[in-house]
Protein backbone atom coordinates (compact mmCIF):
# COMPACT_ATOMS: atom_id res chain seq x y z
CA UNK A 1 0.00 0.00 0.00
CA UNK A 2 2.47 2.81 -1.38
CA UNK A 3 2.60 6.20 -0.52
CA UNK A 4 4.84 8.88 -2.22
CA UNK A 5 5.40 12.48 -3.00
CA UNK A 6 6.52 14.11 -6.11
CA UNK A 7 7.45 17.81 -6.53
CA UNK A 8 10.59 20.45 -6.48
CA UNK A 9 11.61 23.28 -4.32
CA UNK A 10 13.64 25.82 -3.68
CA UNK A 11 17.16 23.47 -3.41
CA UNK A 12 17.28 22.32 -6.52
CA UNK A 13 14.64 24.40 -9.14
CA UNK A 14 14.51 27.98 -10.23
CA UNK A 15 11.75 30.50 -9.32
CA UNK A 16 10.67 30.53 -12.46
CA UNK A 17 10.36 26.70 -12.78
CA UNK A 18 8.53 27.10 -9.13
CA UNK A 19 6.25 29.95 -10.42
CA UNK A 20 4.83 27.59 -13.77
CA UNK A 21 3.93 24.70 -11.14
CA UNK A 22 2.75 26.73 -8.36
CA UNK A 23 -1.37 26.08 -7.27
CA UNK A 24 -3.06 28.43 -5.76
CA UNK A 25 -5.73 28.14 -2.70
CA UNK A 26 -8.47 28.93 -5.50
CA UNK A 27 -7.40 26.48 -7.97
CA UNK A 28 -6.87 23.78 -5.53
CA UNK A 29 -9.78 24.13 -3.46
CA UNK A 30 -12.05 23.87 -7.12
CA UNK A 31 -10.15 21.63 -8.79
CA UNK A 32 -9.02 19.07 -6.08
CA UNK A 33 -11.39 16.55 -6.47
CA UNK A 34 -11.11 16.37 -10.44
CA UNK A 35 -7.08 16.35 -10.51
CA UNK A 36 -7.59 13.31 -8.46
CA UNK A 37 -10.05 11.59 -10.11
CA UNK A 38 -8.66 12.25 -13.85
CA UNK A 39 -5.11 10.75 -12.33
CA UNK A 40 -6.94 7.55 -10.72
CA UNK A 41 -5.41 8.39 -7.31
CA UNK A 42 -7.12 7.53 -3.87
CA UNK A 43 -5.95 10.54 -1.90
CA UNK A 44 -4.39 13.38 -2.60
CA UNK A 45 -2.70 16.74 -0.66
CA UNK A 46 -1.16 18.94 -3.00
CA UNK A 47 1.54 21.29 -0.72
CA UNK A 48 2.08 24.86 -3.24
CA UNK A 49 4.07 27.34 -1.57
CA UNK A 50 6.41 29.98 -2.80
CA UNK A 51 9.34 27.43 -2.01
CA UNK A 52 8.05 24.37 -3.60
CA UNK A 53 4.91 22.20 -4.94
CA UNK A 54 4.73 18.71 -3.92
CA UNK A 55 1.71 16.50 -4.37
CA UNK A 56 1.82 13.43 -1.93
CA UNK A 57 -0.72 11.15 -2.98
CA UNK A 58 -1.74 7.51 -1.87
CA UNK A 59 -2.60 4.54 -4.23
CA UNK A 60 -2.62 0.75 -4.23
CA UNK A 61 -1.09 0.64 -7.69
CA UNK A 62 2.59 1.70 -7.03
CA UNK A 63 2.86 2.81 -11.40
CA UNK A 64 -0.49 5.08 -10.99
CA UNK A 65 0.94 6.96 -7.96
CA UNK A 66 3.75 7.95 -9.91
CA UNK A 67 2.36 8.56 -13.15
CA UNK A 68 -0.87 10.45 -11.67
CA UNK A 69 1.44 12.54 -9.72
CA UNK A 70 3.21 13.33 -12.76
CA UNK A 71 -0.18 13.96 -14.15
CA UNK A 72 -0.92 16.54 -12.01
CA UNK A 73 2.12 18.50 -11.84
CA UNK A 74 1.65 18.42 -15.79
CA UNK A 75 -1.79 20.33 -15.38
CA UNK A 76 0.04 24.04 -14.59
CA UNK A 77 3.36 23.46 -16.17
CA UNK A 78 1.60 23.28 -19.43
CA UNK A 79 3.99 20.13 -20.69
CA UNK A 80 4.72 16.28 -19.50
CA UNK A 81 6.84 16.41 -16.03
CA UNK A 82 8.87 13.67 -15.30
CA UNK A 83 10.02 12.71 -11.66
CA UNK A 84 13.11 11.44 -13.04
CA UNK A 85 14.35 15.16 -13.95
CA UNK A 86 17.11 16.57 -11.97
CA UNK A 87 14.68 19.33 -10.96
CA UNK A 88 12.09 17.20 -9.41
CA UNK A 89 11.98 14.69 -6.86
CA UNK A 90 9.83 11.38 -6.10
CA UNK A 91 9.43 9.63 -2.53
CA UNK A 92 7.61 6.59 -1.20
CA UNK A 93 7.03 5.59 2.00
CA UNK A 94 9.18 6.05 4.75
CA UNK A 95 11.04 8.30 3.01
CA UNK A 96 8.26 10.31 1.62
CA UNK A 97 7.23 10.76 5.58
CA UNK A 98 10.71 11.42 6.77
CA UNK A 99 10.25 14.36 4.25
CA UNK A 100 7.47 15.80 4.89
CA UNK A 101 8.10 15.58 8.67
CA UNK A 102 11.18 17.43 7.91
CA UNK A 103 9.23 20.29 5.67
CA UNK A 104 6.69 20.76 8.44
CA UNK A 105 9.43 21.16 11.14
CA UNK A 106 10.62 24.06 8.83
CA UNK A 107 14.78 21.74 8.23
CA UNK A 108 14.12 21.95 4.81
CA UNK A 109 13.12 25.37 4.87
CA UNK A 110 15.16 28.61 3.12
CA UNK A 111 15.45 30.39 6.45
CA UNK A 112 15.93 27.47 8.99
CA UNK A 113 13.69 27.66 11.60
CA UNK A 114 10.87 29.92 10.26
CA UNK A 115 7.07 28.93 11.18
CA UNK A 116 5.11 30.06 7.91
CA UNK A 117 5.55 26.39 6.79
CA UNK A 118 3.89 25.09 9.49
CA UNK A 119 0.86 27.21 8.81
CA UNK A 120 0.94 26.20 5.06
CA UNK A 121 1.04 22.22 5.61
CA UNK A 122 -1.81 23.20 7.56
CA UNK A 123 -3.61 24.49 5.02
CA UNK A 124 -2.79 22.41 2.43
CA UNK A 125 -4.66 19.60 4.73
CA UNK A 126 -7.62 21.61 5.36
CA UNK A 127 -7.91 22.43 1.12
CA UNK A 128 -7.85 18.52 0.54
CA UNK A 129 -10.31 17.92 3.46
CA UNK A 130 -12.96 20.70 1.94
CA UNK A 131 -12.55 18.87 -1.68
CA UNK A 132 -12.54 15.54 -0.04
CA UNK A 133 -9.39 13.90 -1.69
CA UNK A 134 -7.83 12.64 1.55
CA UNK A 135 -8.73 9.84 3.56
CA UNK A 136 -7.21 7.32 6.55
CA UNK A 137 -3.41 7.48 5.07
CA UNK A 138 -3.44 10.88 4.24
CA UNK A 139 -4.91 12.42 6.86
CA UNK A 140 -3.29 10.67 9.38
CA UNK A 141 0.83 11.73 7.90
CA UNK A 142 -0.64 14.91 7.45
CA UNK A 143 -2.14 15.30 11.19
CA UNK A 144 1.04 13.71 12.58
CA UNK A 145 2.97 15.96 10.44
CA UNK A 146 1.53 18.96 12.22
CA UNK A 147 2.19 17.48 15.43
CA UNK A 148 6.00 17.31 14.07
CA UNK A 149 5.99 20.67 13.92
CA UNK A 150 4.64 21.98 16.85
CA UNK A 151 6.78 19.29 18.66
CA UNK A 152 9.82 20.73 16.97
CA UNK A 153 9.28 24.45 18.14
CA UNK A 154 8.20 23.71 21.75
CA UNK A 155 10.95 21.07 22.72
CA UNK A 156 13.72 22.70 20.85
CA UNK A 157 15.00 25.99 20.40
CA UNK A 158 14.61 25.94 16.38
CA UNK A 159 12.16 28.99 16.07
CA UNK A 160 13.84 31.03 18.33
CA UNK A 161 15.93 34.56 17.81
CA UNK A 162 15.81 36.45 14.93
CA UNK A 163 17.14 35.25 11.17
CA UNK A 164 16.56 38.16 9.27
CA UNK A 165 17.55 41.81 9.89
CA UNK A 166 14.09 43.59 9.75
CA UNK A 167 13.15 40.90 12.28
CA UNK A 168 16.29 41.36 14.38
CA UNK A 169 15.66 45.36 14.41
CA UNK A 170 11.85 44.78 15.83
CA UNK A 171 13.56 41.84 18.57
CA UNK A 172 15.58 44.92 19.57
CA UNK A 173 12.57 47.26 19.78
CA UNK A 174 10.69 45.08 22.01
CA UNK A 175 13.55 44.74 24.66
CA UNK A 176 13.94 48.41 24.81
CA UNK A 177 10.34 49.08 25.19
CA UNK A 178 9.42 46.17 26.73
CA UNK A 179 5.99 46.00 24.44
CA UNK A 180 5.36 48.07 20.80
CA UNK A 181 1.67 48.26 21.80
CA UNK A 182 0.35 51.82 21.50
CA UNK A 183 4.23 52.86 20.09
CA UNK A 184 4.08 55.05 17.40
CA UNK A 185 6.92 54.72 14.40
CA UNK A 186 8.45 56.64 11.44
CA UNK A 187 9.88 54.80 8.33
CA UNK A 188 12.47 56.74 5.98
CA UNK A 189 12.30 54.98 2.48
CA UNK A 190 9.94 52.80 0.82
CA UNK A 191 11.73 50.04 -0.54
CA UNK A 192 11.65 46.11 0.50
CA UNK A 193 13.65 45.93 3.89
CA UNK A 194 11.63 49.06 4.96
CA UNK A 195 7.98 47.44 3.85
CA UNK A 196 9.18 44.68 5.94
CA UNK A 197 10.47 46.41 9.08
CA UNK A 198 7.21 48.30 8.92
CA UNK A 199 4.56 45.20 8.42
CA UNK A 200 7.25 43.43 11.42
CA UNK A 201 6.27 46.18 13.70
CA UNK A 202 2.52 46.76 12.64
CA UNK A 203 1.87 43.21 13.87
CA UNK A 204 4.10 43.37 16.92
CA UNK A 205 1.64 46.24 17.95
CA UNK A 206 2.72 49.45 16.90
CA UNK A 207 -0.39 51.44 17.12
CA UNK A 208 0.70 54.43 14.82
CA UNK A 209 3.32 54.33 11.36
CA UNK A 210 4.65 57.68 9.41
CA UNK A 211 6.25 56.87 5.70
CA UNK A 212 8.72 59.47 4.48
CA UNK A 213 10.15 59.03 0.61
CA UNK A 214 12.23 60.87 -1.87
CA UNK A 215 9.30 60.12 -3.97
CA UNK A 216 5.92 61.24 -1.87
CA UNK A 217 3.48 59.15 -4.20
CA UNK A 218 6.07 55.65 -3.15
CA UNK A 219 5.08 57.16 0.70
CA UNK A 220 1.81 57.29 -0.10
CA UNK A 221 1.37 53.55 -1.34
CA UNK A 222 3.14 52.51 1.38
CA UNK A 223 1.57 54.25 4.03
CA UNK A 224 -2.13 53.45 2.95
CA UNK A 225 -1.31 49.95 2.44
CA UNK A 226 -0.60 49.48 6.27
CA UNK A 227 -3.12 52.07 7.24
CA UNK A 228 -0.25 54.85 8.17
CA UNK A 229 0.25 58.33 6.88
CA UNK A 230 3.00 59.72 4.47
CA UNK A 231 4.69 62.79 4.92
CA UNK A 232 7.02 64.72 3.39
CA UNK A 233 10.59 63.85 3.14
CA UNK A 234 12.20 67.25 3.78
CA UNK A 235 9.84 67.62 6.73
CA UNK A 236 10.21 63.99 8.71
CA UNK A 237 12.59 65.87 11.42
CA UNK A 238 9.95 67.67 12.59
CA UNK A 239 7.93 64.33 13.40
CA UNK A 240 10.83 62.57 15.55
CA UNK A 241 9.73 64.49 18.70
CA UNK A 242 6.43 62.34 18.63
CA UNK A 243 7.46 59.02 17.30
CA UNK A 244 9.45 56.11 19.25
CA UNK A 245 11.35 54.23 16.90
CA UNK A 246 12.41 55.44 13.34
CA UNK A 247 13.76 52.93 10.82
CA UNK A 248 16.07 54.45 8.00
CA UNK A 249 16.97 52.39 5.06
CA UNK A 250 17.10 55.12 2.23
CA UNK A 251 19.81 55.84 -0.97
CA UNK A 252 20.71 59.16 0.44
CA UNK A 253 24.62 59.95 -0.49
CA UNK A 254 24.69 60.98 3.13
CA UNK A 255 24.02 61.71 6.85
CA UNK A 256 19.89 62.93 7.08
CA UNK A 257 20.33 62.88 11.17
CA UNK A 258 23.08 64.35 12.82
CA UNK A 259 24.05 65.11 16.36
CA UNK A 260 22.93 68.44 16.84
CA UNK A 261 19.54 67.96 15.32
CA UNK A 262 18.99 64.61 17.56
CA UNK A 263 19.77 66.52 20.49
CA UNK A 264 17.06 69.19 19.73
CA UNK A 265 15.15 67.05 19.50
CA UNK A 266 15.71 64.87 22.82
CA UNK A 267 15.41 68.03 24.85
CA UNK A 268 12.20 68.72 23.77
CA UNK A 269 10.54 64.47 23.53
CA UNK A 270 11.96 63.96 27.02
CA UNK A 271 11.61 60.30 26.86
CA UNK A 272 14.30 57.63 24.90
CA UNK A 273 13.86 56.74 20.98
CA UNK A 274 15.02 54.18 19.30
CA UNK A 275 16.63 54.27 15.67
CA UNK A 276 17.73 51.65 13.18
CA UNK A 277 19.90 52.58 10.38
CA UNK A 278 19.32 50.13 7.60
CA UNK A 279 20.88 52.24 5.39
CA UNK A 280 24.71 51.68 3.36
CA UNK A 281 26.08 54.55 3.48
CA UNK A 282 24.38 55.09 6.64
CA UNK A 283 21.47 57.58 7.00
CA UNK A 284 22.47 58.38 10.78
CA UNK A 285 25.85 59.76 12.04
CA UNK A 286 26.89 57.33 14.60
CA UNK A 287 27.53 60.24 17.25
CA UNK A 288 23.81 60.25 17.78
CA UNK A 289 24.32 57.05 19.78
CA UNK A 290 26.13 59.27 22.76
CA UNK A 291 22.54 60.82 23.57
CA UNK A 292 21.62 59.25 26.48
CA UNK A 293 17.61 58.51 25.91
CA UNK A 294 18.67 57.36 21.83
CA UNK A 295 19.26 53.56 21.30
CA UNK A 296 21.02 53.43 17.52
CA UNK A 297 21.58 50.03 15.86
CA UNK A 298 23.33 50.16 12.49
CA UNK A 299 23.01 47.30 9.88
CA UNK A 300 26.54 45.60 10.96
CA UNK A 301 24.96 45.49 15.05
CA UNK A 302 21.35 43.78 13.29
CA UNK A 303 23.56 41.27 11.48
CA UNK A 304 25.87 40.42 14.07
CA UNK A 305 22.19 39.80 16.06
CA UNK A 306 21.64 37.56 13.11
CA UNK A 307 24.10 35.60 12.86
CA UNK A 308 24.26 34.64 16.77
CA UNK A 309 20.75 33.70 16.10
CA UNK A 310 21.43 31.23 12.99
CA UNK A 311 23.74 29.46 14.54
CA UNK A 312 21.81 28.55 17.89
CA UNK A 313 18.72 27.37 15.45
CA UNK A 314 21.37 25.82 13.65
CA UNK A 315 22.49 24.05 16.86
CA UNK A 316 19.28 22.74 17.24
CA UNK A 317 19.03 20.74 13.94
CA UNK A 318 19.71 17.42 15.34
CA UNK A 319 16.93 17.50 18.22
CA UNK A 320 14.34 18.47 15.51
CA UNK A 321 16.19 15.09 13.75
CA UNK A 322 15.34 12.90 16.73
CA UNK A 323 11.78 13.92 16.86
CA UNK A 324 11.07 13.30 12.72
CA UNK A 325 12.91 10.12 13.37
CA UNK A 326 10.86 9.38 16.28
CA UNK A 327 7.78 10.21 14.42
CA UNK A 328 8.56 8.89 11.31
CA UNK A 329 8.92 5.26 12.96
CA UNK A 330 5.41 5.75 15.00
CA UNK A 331 3.63 6.42 11.64
CA UNK A 332 5.60 3.49 9.48
CA UNK A 333 4.32 1.44 12.36
CA UNK A 334 0.89 1.98 11.91
CA UNK A 335 0.81 2.10 8.49
CA UNK A 336 2.38 -1.13 8.02
CA UNK A 337 -0.38 -2.64 10.41
CA UNK A 338 -3.13 -1.94 7.79
CA UNK A 339 -1.46 -4.50 5.68
CA UNK A 340 -2.76 -7.08 8.56
CA UNK A 341 -5.90 -5.50 9.10
CA UNK A 342 -7.50 -7.81 6.55
CA UNK A 343 -5.84 -10.85 7.68
CA UNK A 344 -7.29 -10.27 10.84
CA UNK A 345 -10.69 -10.21 9.95
CA UNK A 346 -10.39 -13.28 8.17
CA UNK A 347 -8.56 -14.73 11.31
CA UNK A 348 -11.52 -13.46 13.84
CA UNK A 349 -14.15 -14.70 11.28
CA UNK A 350 -12.83 -18.20 11.05
CA UNK A 351 -11.81 -18.36 14.47
CA UNK A 352 -15.69 -17.20 15.65
CA UNK A 353 -17.59 -19.51 12.69
CA UNK A 354 -15.72 -23.00 14.35
CA UNK A 355 -16.57 -21.50 18.17
CA UNK A 356 -20.20 -21.04 16.87
CA UNK A 357 -20.57 -24.12 14.87
CA UNK A 358 -19.09 -26.27 17.91
CA UNK A 359 -21.49 -24.46 20.13
CA UNK A 360 -24.85 -25.32 18.19
CA UNK A 361 -23.58 -29.08 17.69
CA UNK A 362 -24.20 -29.75 21.60
CA UNK A 363 -27.25 -27.05 21.86
CA UNK A 364 -29.25 -30.73 21.64
CA UNK A 365 -27.01 -31.90 25.02
CA UNK A 366 -27.77 -28.49 26.69
CA UNK A 367 -31.71 -28.82 26.85
CA UNK A 368 -31.63 -29.12 30.59
CA UNK A 369 -30.27 -25.47 30.95
CA UNK A 370 -31.54 -22.85 31.25
CA UNK A 371 -31.30 -19.65 29.26
CA UNK A 372 -29.37 -17.78 31.75
CA UNK A 373 -26.93 -20.91 31.83
CA UNK A 374 -27.26 -20.93 28.15
CA UNK A 375 -26.09 -17.42 27.75
CA UNK A 376 -23.15 -18.01 30.09
CA UNK A 377 -21.81 -20.59 27.51
CA UNK A 378 -21.95 -18.52 24.98
CA UNK A 379 -19.79 -15.28 26.51
CA UNK A 380 -17.51 -17.98 28.10
CA UNK A 381 -16.84 -19.40 24.76
CA UNK A 382 -16.35 -15.46 23.19
CA UNK A 383 -14.08 -14.86 26.03
CA UNK A 384 -11.74 -17.74 25.39
CA UNK A 385 -11.66 -16.82 21.78
CA UNK A 386 -11.04 -13.07 22.36
CA UNK A 387 -8.43 -13.99 24.72
CA UNK A 388 -6.54 -16.84 22.41
CA UNK A 389 -6.47 -13.91 19.67
CA UNK A 390 -5.28 -11.04 21.78
CA UNK A 391 -1.45 -11.87 21.76
CA UNK A 392 -1.33 -12.51 17.79
CA UNK A 393 -3.88 -9.70 16.95
CA UNK A 394 -1.64 -7.15 19.16
CA UNK A 395 1.67 -8.55 18.30
CA UNK A 396 0.74 -8.48 14.22
CA UNK A 397 -0.16 -4.95 14.65
CA UNK A 398 2.06 -3.43 16.24
CA UNK A 399 5.77 -5.68 15.23
CA UNK A 400 5.04 -6.44 11.48
CA UNK A 401 8.38 -5.38 11.05
CA UNK A 402 10.13 -7.72 13.40
CA UNK A 403 7.81 -10.79 12.05
CA UNK A 404 9.58 -10.65 8.90
CA UNK A 405 12.75 -11.37 10.51
CA UNK A 406 11.06 -14.53 12.30
CA UNK A 407 11.36 -18.67 11.73
CA UNK A 408 8.21 -20.22 12.20
CA UNK A 409 8.29 -21.40 15.59
CA UNK A 410 10.17 -18.08 16.55
CA UNK A 411 7.29 -16.79 15.23
CA UNK A 412 4.40 -19.23 16.42
CA UNK A 413 6.43 -18.70 20.23
CA UNK A 414 5.99 -14.33 19.62
CA UNK A 415 2.18 -14.50 18.51
CA UNK A 416 0.56 -16.09 21.18
CA UNK A 417 3.28 -14.98 23.84
CA UNK A 418 4.96 -17.98 24.20
CA UNK A 419 8.49 -16.41 24.37
CA UNK A 420 10.29 -15.78 27.39
CA UNK A 421 8.03 -13.01 29.70
CA UNK A 422 4.82 -13.74 28.01
Known amino acids: MPVALGGLNHKIASLELREKLAFSAIELEGGMKKLQSDHGLEEIVVLSTC ?55 SLDSMVLGESQI ?59 FGELSGKQAIILGAGETSELTLSLLINSGVETVLVANRTYRKAVQLAVTYHGSAVKYDEFPNFLSQVDILISSTAAPGYLLEPKRVGEILQRRGRPIFMIDLAV ?14 FLYNLDD ?22 VVSEAADFMRWYESLAVVPLLKSLHESVEHIRSAEVDKIQGKLSHLSPRDRELIERLTTQIVKKVLHGPTSRLKKDTRKLEEMGPVEMLRFLFRLDKGG
Do not use: M
Open 281 to 294: PRDIDPAVANYENC
Open 118 to 176: LGQVREAYRLAQVARTTGRVLSRIFQQAVKVGKRARTETAIGTGAVSVSSAAVDLAKKI
Open 51 to 105: NRTEVYAYSQDIEQLRSGIEGILSENYGEAVSLSDRHFYFHRDLQAVNHLFRVAS
Open 302 to 323: LEDVVQQNATERASQVSLVEEI
